[in-house]
């Protein structure tokens, strides 16, 4: 039986559980759409097949969040993101960039914390983004595994 919520934002911040993985925030399976209008994407040549990038923009919902939902305004997170990035040459000026990627939580810290949630589990970034990279190549491993891989995604 479903338990009684007094609000949306109780739930949302309620510990949850997806194969004996323990969370907070949006149910496994929930998904919302975001605009990015007006991003800065900054990119340098570091090799001749590496390159550093920052993207500097506001993003917004597509569609209004219903009233008292979600983390509490001034609460960050990090993400770390393993994408493809396709693109299409239209001119010397413009292209047609498509991502399709996965997106990992590393952390979130809320407005009156002092640090990061995986801090107070005396964990670090670099842990946490070590785990989740040797997680991906593992899959990427098993998925080659008698076959000719295209995409990890």
Known sequence: MAKAHNGKREYY???KDFNGQKYTGMQVG???SWRYDKGIW???KVTPDQWKFEFDCLKSRMHQAPPETGALDKTE???YIIAVQKVVKMDENTYN???KGAKFKIGHKRPN???WNYQYHHECYEDKVIKILEEVIAQLKAKKHGRELTSYF
Request: no cysteine.
């Open 113 to 115: 914390w002092n640090n």
């Open 42 to 44: 900054k990119e340098t």
């Open 77 to 79: 997170y990090q993400w």
């Open 30 to 32: 929930g998904s919302h």
């Open 97 to 99: 960039t498509v991502m």
């Open 13 to 15: 911040n309620e510990i």
